[in-house]
């Protein structure tokens, strides 16, 4: 593969998955500084790959895999666990007259994004993959490494939990 063509390859996936990728990281760390900064080494990485003339077959579970490996290793680094979403939620609440609306919707978001913050890491993945990014089961599975029936069972296991959390709150 010549440089033009790894530049577009690499414009055409960069253009492709920067949202859903950024959208990854910054669920997973809760910060913007940090999420940028990680998402651009993936992305180098990315470059990196296809310079060396590695043939990557799927780009999205390259750049998913590479994510999941940097916010853990970003985590590592830190010495802490990760937490989801705890961010302000003014934003993501449709601006209209009825307060009340807006706090039951707040309160609800607040539940469910608390239910996911307690799950283990692996459950938070399949969650944000499947019904964030919109990811098939079979490119989670490729993702993570694992069999579909695995991690039909995984997504299965982690709505449940999410389901008995928020029925607690």
Known sequence: MTGKD???????VYDK???SIYRFVFIKTNSQFIAEDITSDIFTRYWQSLQKNNEI???????YRTARNAVIDYYRKKGRTPNLISTELGDEIPD??????????????GTIQKAISQLKDEYQNVVIWHYLDDLPISEIAKTMGKSEPATRMLLSRALKEIKERTIEA
């Open 6 to 12: 790894n530049k577009q390859q690499f414009s055409e």
């Open 17 to 19: 998955y920067i949202e």
């Open 57 to 63: 077959l799927n780009e999205r579970a390259f750049l």
């Open 96 to 109: 209209n007259d009825n307060i009340i609306k807006k706090v039951e919707m707040s309160h609800e978001i």
